[in-house]
């Protein structure tokens, strides 16, 4: 999002216009920033057989899955519906990671079907996968190094506490039930979680899956899962990916000599790939004074983007209706029947009622996490591709809250 005569835009095209068109409150991501980031990444590790899986579950709309096919990008989905959406995109059974979390062994074997490459995180569904496909599917390991990673604890994922992944200290039992099974072992992954501050944390990660690359012969590609951490404030330290090309490659580099073959280096990541790229355009509705600030109230909340109020996260806002106005300092709330905060003590432009605000790092976990609380309709979506404006999901009518209610008489 640029500001050219006095008017925000991305692409050329103007955002208030885009809310006179399509209303709000309404999602829009630039296609620019999502294959800049796609390239950066790739361009990071020009020397390495790199393969982007892009983590459908930060934002899932079928058109931004299209953008990322036409892009390089393959797809990292956690559901058996999100693996259909990818079909349905494009993409090919082989460019489709499935990573579930404690999902029953039935959706695993839809996944087999559909001919994803499967990603295994528990000892007991590996057993039943060796079961019945013993070395005629190929699968990957999810394995959790127990390395405290990410902003906290809801969205670190390697932890010793953690759901996710198959402890490193259970590598014995693990390799047991592989070779009883005759489980062919083609990957290894690990995804530490999100907002993972440095090259270093990938480095110690990188270390450990080396180590235990040594009792699987056959692998073709080590998963580095995602934690990229993209600026949500000002001043922001992000991950450099350019710095993590050149460390992470070269131990990469050396590990494949070890190995005796050069492996592929996969990479998951969500937030990285869209988060700048999304704004989250409101409505000021009310402004309303009381002794301790003045809240503008959103025609929107908790139930659009659930981010600031789940994991206190900072998202900037920008007043783009006035762009010349004074700065004066806001509260921004939702419109729910609950204390929905989008940010205390923000300058903003003066804010009147009927204004725009547009609040960024949307683009993540953003629409994806959205609900009909309160019985609202969950928002449309526009991305701006090639300097134009094209509606991406409708916003939800009457009939969306009442598909699937079922009226009895009463
Ligand atoms: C959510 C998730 C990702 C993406 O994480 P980001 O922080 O959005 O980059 C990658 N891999 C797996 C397995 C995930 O569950």
Redo the contacts with the bound molecule.
């Keep these: 999002m640029e500001i050219k005569n006095n008017a925000y835009q991305i692409q050329g095209v103007d955002l208030n216009k885009v809310v006179k068109e399509f209303g709000s409150p309404v999602y829009v991501y630039d296609a620019n920033k999502i294959i800049d980031q796609l390239n950066t990444l790739k361009n990071a590790f020009s020397k390495q057989k790199i393969k982007i899986k892009y983590?459908a579950?930060?934002l899932t709309n079928i058109s931004i899955l299209k953008l990322m096919k036409k892009h390089g990008a393959g797809v990292?989905v956690?559901s058996a519906q999100e693996a259909k959406l990818a079909l349905k995109a494009g993409f090919e059974p082989g460019d489709i990671l499935f990573?579930p979390n404690c999902v029953s062994f039935e959706e695993i074997q839809q996944g087999v079907e559909m001919g994803l490459t499967i990603n295994i995180d528990n000892i007991s569904i590996l057993e039943q996968f060796g079961h019945k496909y013993h070395n005629s599917v190929p699968c990957c390991i999810r394995l959790n190094p127990h390395i405290m990673a990410g902003g906290n604890s809801k969205i670190s994922t390697g932890h010793v506490d953690s759901k996710f992944g198959i402890s490193i200290y259970q590598l014995p039992h693990l390799l047991r039930v592989i070779k009883t099974n005759q489980i062919n072992v083609i990957g290894l992954h690990m995804?530490t979680g999100?907002d993972i501050l440095d090259a270093e944390v990938f480095l110690k990660v990188a270390d450990i899956l080396y180590g235990v690359a040594r009792d699987f012969p056959n692998l073709e590609f080590i998963d580095f899962?995602?934690?990229?951490k993209v600026g949500y404030k000002e001043n922001d330290i992000t991950t450099n990916v350019h710095d993590l090309g050149i460390k992470l490659g070269k131990s990469f580099d050396k590990f494949c000599e070890s190995y005796g073959r050069k492996l592929e280096m996969w990479f998951?990541?969500?937030?990285?790939l869209v988060s700048e790229s999304g704004y989250f355009l409101v409505k000021s509705n009310v402004i309303k004074t009381t002794p301790a600030t003045v809240f503008v109230g959103v025609d929107s909340g908790m139930n659009h983007l659930l981010r600031p109020m789940m994991y206190d996260a900072y998202h900037e806002i920008v007043n783009i209706s006035n762009p010349k106005g004074t700065q004066r300092v806001y509260t921004i709330v939702g419109y729910i029947c609950e204390t929905d905060t989008f940010g205390w003590d923000r300058k903003l432009n003066e804010v009147r009622e009927g204004d725009i605000l547009a609040i960024k790092n949307a683009g993540?976990y953003g629409f994806s996490m959205a609900s009909n609380y309160n019985s609202r309709y969950r928002p449309a979506e526009v991305l701006i591709y090639e300097g134009k404006a094209h509606l991406i999901r409708e916003r939800e009518t009457m009939d969306d809250i009442l598909r699937n209610q079922v009226e009895i008489d009463i």
């Excluded at 899962?225 to 990229?228: L, N, P, V």
């Excluded at 998951?268 to 990285?272: L, S, T």
């Design positions: 983590a579950k930060a990292d956690v990573t995804h999100s899962g995602s934690g990229f998951e990541p969500g937030k990285y993540a």
